[in-house]
Nanobody, 112 residues
Framework: VQLQAFGGGLVQPGGSLRLSCAAS????????MSWYRQAPGQARDAVAT???????AYANSVKGRFTISRDNAKNTVSLQMIDLKPEDTGVYYC???????WGQGTQVTVSS
């Protein structure tokens, strides 16, 4: 049972990145999934959530810029990020809400 996130990197302000998280070992389609972000020296905060039926919710700071999606056939949850800002910098984690399963995190750095 694991979650593996990938797709992070260094991007300039205003740029875009797409994060993906591959799930294995459990019935992915039966679980709501989230992306969390942890900035240096700060707590880990929820960024976006998608339910089993595809309903989504976002932190106010990313609304209109981030889009969470899922592909149940491929057991993946993704986070499309546009118009990135320096304050979006942090380690991004995918998270299975039920059972509190965390992925290993992927670093996103927004800097010129």
């Amino acid at each position: 049972v694991q979650l593996q996130a990938f797709g992070g990197g260094l991007v300039q302000p205003g740029g875009s990145l797409r994060l993906s998280c591959a799930a294995s070992g459990f019935a992915f389609s039966s679980y709501a999934m989230s992306w969390y972000r942890q900035a240096p020296g700060q707590a880990r905060d929820a960024v976006a959530t998608i339910t089993t039926s595809g309903d989504t919710a976002y932190a106010n700071s990313v609304k209109g810029r981030f889009t969470i999606s899922r592909d149940n056939a491929k057991n993946t949850v993704s986070l499309q990020m546009i118009d990135l800002k320096p304050e979006d910098t942090g380690v991004y984690y995918c998270y299975r809400l039920s059972g509190a399963l965390w992925g290993q995190g992927t670093q996103v750095t927004v800097s010129s």
